[in-house]
């Protein structure tokens, strides 16, 4: 699929980390499966994906630690 934003190339399917902040707690969430352009870098998450990953994010924060990963 074209990438809407540069129209220099096809999305391709990744695996990326994902990170998180907040007051001053970073979670980190790795293997996320999104599309990347590999032309302009701009990256597109499903919506499944997205909200999957806010509620990792939000239990990695909750949970306390500095520094937190899933994967
Ligand atoms: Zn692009």
């Known amino acids: 699929m074209r990438c809407p934003h540069c129209?220099?190339?096809?999305?391709?399917?990744?695996?990326?980390?994902?990170?998180?902040?907040?007051?001053?707690?970073?979670?980190?969430?790795?293997?996320?499966?999104m599309e990347e352009c590999p032309a302009c870098g701009e990256r597109w998450l499903s919506f499944e994906v997205a909200e999957t990953l806010d509620a990792i994010l939000r239990r990695l924060i909750a949970s306390g630690a500095e520094t937190a990963t899933a994967h």
């Open 7 to 33: 129209d220099q190339a096809d999305r391709v399917a990744v695996r990326r980390a994902k990170l998180a902040e907040r007051d001053g707690r970073v979670a980190i969430v790795t293997g996320v499966p």
